[in-house]
């Protein structure tokens, strides 16, 4: 067991957990249907990446392929979920930046395409 892509994936999991209370409880009065969609997208993906996170957790031995598996998910993450989080909350922060936001999404995108890339040539590598 890897213990730093578990202490990663526990803070992702208890994240996924408050946002996704947060956006089922509060901010469904404050925003519209299409903007939940977006933040229950962003809440299913982080989840999604926490389970990998934790299958990665149990590959024995660490290797360059595992550690970049480790950053490509975090950073997918952030950037993918994040944004999204982001963009549907956007009319209630009045973000003046958010217009610019949607071409980062794709970006967490990769980076989650990236990361299950390294657990394939981790696995293949596998002996």
Do not use: C, D
């Amino acid at each position: 067991m890897n213990k730093n892509i578990v202490l990663t994936a526990a803070v992702f999991g208890v994240m996924a957990v408050i946002l996704g209370a947060f956006g089922a409880h509060s901010l469904k009065e404050s925003i519209g249907e299409p903007a939940l969609a977006t933040w229950t997208k962003g809440v299913e993906y982080q989840f999604y990446h926490v389970f990998a996170l934790l299958f990665l957790s149990n590959i024995k031995v660490e290797t360059r392929l595992t550690r970049l598996a480790h950053l490509f998910f975090s950073l997918g993450i952030i950037f993918f979920s994040g944004s999204l989080y982001l963009l549907a909350t956007r009319a209630i922060h009045q973000l003046e930046f958010a217009s610019y936001i949607g071409p980062i999404t794709p970006i967490g995108g990769l980076f989650f395409i990236l990361g299950w890339m390294m657990l394939f040539f981790t696995a293949a590598k596998k002996q």
